[in-house]
């Protein structure tokens, strides 16, 4: 049989089963951490309006009860409901309002409404901001009420333990909520990928059984001589159909997907400060130290010692205070 013929006989992808363990090895790459700054309390026609921001830091808003209007890139006119997590990679403007505002409701005319809101971010450590920006939409709408049944249940019990521990307030709340918050991102991505959310890069291979499976492949040994010819013999693909495949899921071309996986262990290995520079790029398969400079800055803006050292030194110390508490009316 030839390879044409087995890859048209190839059964059709399960989206709906992300590959084990590849996203695993993508969130072993970045290291993030969580905060929940603000906890809402939602009046009849309230409005939320948070300007485009500098920070590396990802906003994350979690409506707990409630309706909400989403105006920000990609999501016009998005109406959220309890239990929906909307998520910012592209740190732009966006707005969150009342139902009865968006619909011009006189402010004053309805009793006080039951809502809530969670307001906080995700912290990507040390430059790795580049490679989240590689797999993530600008703006990010999950729904909890549409998910799968275990990741629904994960998320619900998830969110139910930040709502307990907003209320509670009691010692040991900021630390729950800061790793609660955390956890809230890799369950969010797990969704995303189940729900065929438009994710990029190696994220967004992992639906993909073939590709998930070359991508797992290339991150267990980056350093190996990865050729066009050889991802392609890995997943049994012809040339051109691994070429059309990568870019219709990754959007980019193989070798450049190769080059975001290496250059994105490149970054865990900085991270573990074990190794030097040079022994860093051979070990995802740069013949020279000079050779992996030039690809390391030109893929995240940085040198592998400015890297390492923001990556070390960049953490956020830890708040030692819980959420702020506000009242969001007209």
């Known amino acids: 049989m030839s390879r044409d013929q087995l890859e048209d006989s190839t059964p059709a992808v399960d989206k709906g089963t992300p590959s084990r363990g590849l996203l695993d090895q993508l969130l072993a790459l970045v290291d993030v951490d969580g905060r929940l700054d603000v906890r809402c309390e939602l009046g009849p026609s309230w409005k939320l309006k948070k300007e485009a921001q500098e920070s590396p830091d990802i906003p994350f808003h979690v409506l707990l009860e ?3 209007i989403v105006h920000a890139q990609g999501l016009q006119a ?8 909307l998520i910012l990679p592209g740190g732009g403007a966006h707005s969150l309002l009342s139902p009865l505002r968006a619909e011009g409701a006189r402010a004053g005319a309805f009793e006080w409404a039951d809502g809530t809101l969670l307001c906080g971010r995700f912290i990507v450590g040390g430059s790795a901001t580049h490679l989240v920006s ?13 998910a799968p049944p275990a990741t629904r249940l994960a998320l619900e019990h998830l969110l139910e333990l930040m709502r307990l521990e907003t209320q509670s307030r009691t010692d040991g709340s900021a630390t729950v909520l800061r790793h609660l918050s955390s956890a809230l991102f890799a369950v969010a991505l797990r969704l995303a990928l189940q729900t065929e959310a438009l ?10 059984p073939r590709l998930a499976k070359l991508a797992s492949a290339i991150l267990a040994a980056p350093g190996k001589d990865w050729t066009l010819e050889t991802m392609a013999d890995h997943v049994h693909l012809s040339r051109s159909s691994l070429i059309r495949a990568v870019r219709s899921t990754a959007g980019s071309s193989p070798s450049g997907l190769l080059a975001q996986i290496r250059m994105s262990e490149a970054c865990r290995m900085l991270r573990a400060g074990d190794l030097s520079v040079a022994a860093v790029g051979e070990g995802v398969g740069y013949a020279s130290d000079a050779a992996f400079q030039r690809a390391f800055k030109r893929t995240t803006g940085h040198t592998p010692a400015e ?18 508490f506000i009242r969001l009316s007209a």
């Open 307 to 324: 890297w390492r050292a923001s990556a070390t030194a960049g953490h956020a110390t830890p708040s030692l205070h819980g959420p702020h």
């Open 199 to 208: 994710l990029r890069g190696a994220l967004g291979l992992i639906s993909q």
């Open 78 to 85: 998005v109406t959220m409901q309890a239990g929906d997590v």
């Open 134 to 146: 590689a797999w993530l939409p600008q703006a990010l709408l999950l729904r909890t009420q549409t």
């Open 66 to 68: 409630g309706e909400a």
